[in-house]
């Protein structure tokens, strides 16, 4: 069958797995038109406080969603000057008093792909409790859910909704988290994002091409790893968790995947290695964390096996590049991590989707039994006040 960029192969176990990997460059297409045509609404929301210098920012979701959180931290709090803070909603749920201490101002933005699973309103309930002044910009990509209705007449609310078809029913979150992650980009990055849309959906219809080919994910899954180790600097080791995070979701936890920090790495978590792991490197656009994305590649390189070792990268003409196992990210090479990180992640929902299958998974629901569930049950949520 046919997808929407390139040719992935389909077949009942994972029809939609599949085609929610292959939708993403259309809707972030889609999403840029949509955050264009909700400008002035998120200009009026948005504008009066980022202009506070006192306001702190907080990035907050579960799981795939908190991950994105972590990897739009630190670049929006460059981008924006001002502290921004990734924290998942399982740990303020958990601990309010510690996450939300300082009693400041403050503009919680919450991720969420249905918008029903038990912390995503229960997180936003708890601001308002704990902060004296919460404001909250929700984007989700389910209208119905029950975070969209909750803030969608709230005064001190924004509702982003993402384009219908992002509203993943795979079991794994893919263009759910893509599409948030741009959306949070261009609203809240405002004109320095401009036009990133298109040459990052080009980038990922290349990446998407090439995993058809098995070029790539095909490669890495072939050598029928034990383990595989994903790092990432900055942005990208919210990218590195997301990876491992895929990786472990669709292959039922069989494939044991970690994810670290390019110098984090050394410090305990390198144990993990062993003849039959894999690593796959996300190396930096910036030019000063990129030396230590080239280290660790070298230093792999040397403990692994060949052809063990996989560099993602926008980057061309440096020794960590230049290797056959070198998968590459074209025409980005001047974009943040934070935008980066989007097409780069379609390199491990291919590996994923390849593992899933080659351990005769279902993708779309690698878990038959109902051990996990795509929407978090279970949550017995507690009075702040018993």
């Given amino acids: ?27 972030w297409r889609e999403v840029e038109q949509i955050v264009a045509a909700c400008r002035d609404s998120l200009d009026a929301f948005l504008s009066p406080l980022l202009a506070r210098g006192d306001l702190r920012v907080v990035l907050t979701g579960a799981g795939t969603s908190a991950f994105a959180g972590q990897v739009l931290a630190p670049a929006l709090s460059r981008r924006l000057g001002r502290r921004v803070d990734a924290v998942a909603t399982t ?26 699973s038990p912390e995503s309103v ?3 309930a708890l601001a308002d409790q704990v902060l004296s002044e919460a404001h909250h910009l929700v984007i989700t990509c389910n209208e119905q859910g029950r975070l969209a209705r909750e803030h969608a007449e709230r005064p001190r609310s924004q509702v982003l909704l993402m384009p219908a078809a992002s509203n993943d029913r ?35 219809e290349s990446v998407i091409e ?4 098995d070029r790539t994910a095909g490669a890495l899954v072939d050598r029928a790893p ?27 936890g069989t494939l044991m995947a970690v994810a670290e920090s390019s110098l984090g790495f050394r410090h305990g978590p390198k144990a993990v290695l062993n003849e039959r792991s894999v690593a796959v490197v996300y190396v930096s656009n910036d030019p000063y964390t990129r030396r230590y994305d080239h280290d660790i590649v070298a230093e792999l390189r040397g403990n692994l096996p060949d052809g063990s070792v996989f560099a993602v990268s926008a980057q061309t003409g440096a020794a960590a590049e230049d290797a056959a196992d070198a998968w590459p990210l074209p025409g980005l090479d001047d974009v943040d991590d934070a935008a980066l990180a989007l097409p780069a992640v379609v390199y491990a929902q291919l590996i994923a989707l390849r593992a899933s299958r080659a351990r005769g998974l279902r993708p779309d629901n690698p878990f038959p039994s109902g051990e996990v569930n795509r929407v978090v049950q279970g949550v017995i949520l507690h009075s702040l006040n018993n």
Wanted: hydrophobic content about 45%; overall charge negative.
């Fill in 1 to 27: 069958m046919t997808t929407p960029s390139g040719t992935l192969p389909l077949d009942d176990s994972a029809v939609h797995t599949v085609r929610e990997i292959a939708q993403q460059p259309a809707l």
């Fill in 91 to 116: 740990d303020l749920v958990a601990d309010p008093r510690g996450c939300l201490a300082e009693d400041l101002p403050t503009l919680l933005v919450s991720f969420a792909r249905s918008g029903d």
């Fill in 122 to 124: 229960a997180a936003t």
């Fill in 170 to 204: 795979g079991f794994a979150m893919t263009s759910s988290f893509t599409c948030m992650t741009l959306a949070a980009l261009l609203a809240l990055g405002a004109d320095a994002y401009d036009g990133i849309a298109e040459r990052l959906a080009r980038a990922a």
């Fill in 210 to 213: 090439e995993g058809a080919a």
């Fill in 226 to 252: 034990e383990r595989i180790v994903f790092l990432g600097s900055g942005p990208l080791k919210g990218l590195a968790e997301e990876s491992a995070l895929k990786v472990l979701e669709l292959t039922g």
